[in-house]
């Protein structure tokens, strides 16, 4: 019964002390990425028609979609999307790979003023998958990144069965 209470015990404390320690991780007082990227008002356009065109929101419900887009095209998407943010964003293509590093501010806290993201998601035959996930300094183990992954899509793909109006 002791070692139960012991258990107890060190899972209320520990679990407020591991979060504590995952958001100290997380946070870095510098950005990893300091990109200045002048995105052209030609540019922006063009953005927003591929984020328009390939909305998750718009597509009909249970249909999977494939599209192509250039590494150039991916990067501009991701830098419109995170620049609007304060962010910086880095994208690289390679055979069947995505690599993303992103950078984005935070409000003022006791553990740090940015979040520093690099990630390599795998192509597959199913959802992708997370071949490499590091939140500041936190290196989140890959089947937790990709049952996150997967949770978030399923979740994007619930909201738009009910019915959430695309923007």
């Keep these: 019964m002791r070692w139960?209470?012991?258990?107890?015990?060190?899972?209320?404390?520990?679990?407020?002390?591991?979060?504590?320690?995952?958001?100290?991780?997380?946070?870095?007082?510098?950005?990893?990425?300091?990109r200045k990227v002048e995105i052209t008002p030609e540019q922006t356009e063009r953005a927003k028609q591929l984020l328009k065109a390939h909305d998750p929101r718009r597509m009909?419900?249970?249909?999977?979609?494939?599209?192509?887009?250039?590494?150039?095209?991916?990067?501009?998407?991701?830098?419109f999307l995170i620049s609007q943010h304060g962010g910086a964003s880095k994208t690289a293509l390679s055979s069947g790979a995505a690599m993303f590093w992103l950078t984005l501010p935070v409000p003022n806290n006791p553990?740090?003023?940015?979040?520093?993201?690099?990630?390599?998601?795998?192509?597959?035959?199913g959802w992708p998958e997370f071949d490499r996930l590091r939140i500041g300094r936190v290196v989140v183990p890959g089947f937790a990144a990709n049952w996150l992954l997967q949770r978030t899509l399923v979740r994007l793909e619930e909201t738009a069965e009910v019915g959430v109006p695309a923007t």
């Design 60 to 79: 009909p419900a249970g249909v999977v979609r494939t599209f192509s887009v250039s590494a150039e095209d991916l990067d501009l998407g991701l830098n």
């Design 4 to 34: 139960i209470l012991r258990i107890l015990l060190l899972v209320i404390l520990g679990a407020p002390l591991a979060v504590v320690g995952l958001f100290f991780g997380a946070l870095e007082d510098q950005p990893a990425l300091s």
């Design 111 to 125: 553990f740090g003023n940015y979040v520093n993201v690099e990630a390599v998601v795998r192509q597959t035959a």
